[in-house]
């Protein structure tokens, strides 16, 4: 009882950082219709941009771990924002009238790029840093074992839902919410209409950057240790949260990001650890088998 409830906010937590990117994902797709591949080496150059935040302000004596997360989180949203803006504006706008195979190439050798700019810049080891967030609560005690729950995992739940209320609230209430929406239903009467397709489009891009952002400030202070090579692997396992709960769907992103996080939780703590991923994509294979359009997707109609 007690190591399922410490697997449970694990996988919370866990489920967080996914859902963070996973909107990227989904945002990018519904307002364009195509995969931003580099997104996870977004958040992979953020997190490193933490790191480099953390070491600078530890190295001019910033005791205040308030502060210390503030400033980071500000530089990090900024100069990851513009990595965002930087991936719409090459690999993806001069191929927007093209087949959808071309920006996906442009994509995935735009996520080569950065891996590889990160690894010759900052080098192929990882990047430690000291403690920034330590201490916590015990929840509750059972034969020995002690359900924690640490203050890093309480920041990067109450982060990720206050991130999604406000997201929702800015695509449901606000004139860009309206605009975006408005260019994923059809982006030439848009136009028509008299709304910038494109900056619709960059700002949305450079959104998701920032979500990314976010996430990659969490994961820096949660694990405490970063590499060039993170962005892949969890881009990997967000794109397919995105999937699970509905492309296209903010609320189904997260969705399928929760549930991600808990299977691969719970698997680690009753299964052979080795094998959490392949239970994953294993269940997001049944899922889509039955449920073509995810758990909370709409089915595609094209107008002929």
């Not at 400030?217 to 881009?235: A, Q, S």
Request: hydrophobic share 55%; net charge neutral; proline share 3%.
């Amino acid at each position: 009882m007690a190591l399922a409830l410490q697997q449970l906010i694990n996988g919370l937590t866990l489920g967080a950082v996914y859902g963070l990117i996973a909107i990227g994902y989904t945002m990018v797709y519904g307002i364009i219709g195509m995969i931003n591949f580099a997104h996870g080496d977004i958040y992979m150059v953020s997190a490193f941009i933490a790191v480099t935040g953390f070491t600078l302000l530890a190295a001019l004596g910033v005791s205040s771990v308030p502060l210390a997360l503030l400033v980071v989180l500000v530089v990090s949203v900024l100069f990851t924002s513009v990595y965002g803006w930087a991936v719409e504006r090459t690999a993806y706008r001069p191929l927007r009238g093209s087949t959808r195979l071309a920006p996906l190439i442009s994509a995935i050798g735009m996520s080569i790029f950065l891996q590889n700019m990160v690894q010759l810049t900052q080098g192929a080891r990882v990047k430690p840093i000291a403690p920034v967030l330590i201490g916590g609560f015990d929840l509750l005690t059972i034969d020995d074992f002690t359900v924690h729950l640490a203050y890093s995992q309480v920041l990067i739940i109450l982060v990720t839902v206050a991130l999604m209320l406000a997201f929702t609230f800015v695509i449901n209430r606000t004139s860009f919410g309206r605009q975006q929406r408005a260019c994923e239903q059809d982006r030439t009467m848009t136009a028509l209409l008299g709304i910038d397709v494109d900056r619709t489009i960059s700002f949305t891009f450079m959104l998701g950057a920032m979500l990314a952002a976010v996430a990659g400030v969490l994961v820096t202070v949660y694990y405490g240790v970063v590499d060039f090579y993170i962005g892949f692997v969890v881009g990997i396992k967000a794109f397919t949260a995105a999937v699970f709960g509905g492309i296209g769907s903010l609320p189904g992103a997260m969705l399928g990001a929760i549930l991600n996080g808990l299977i691969e939780a719970f698997w680690v703590a009753y299964l052979p650890p080795e094998y959490k991923d392949v239970a994953t994509f294993a269940i997001l294979i049944l899922v889509l088998m039955f449920r073509p359009s995810g758990l909370l997707g709409r089915p595609e109609v094209e107008k002929v």
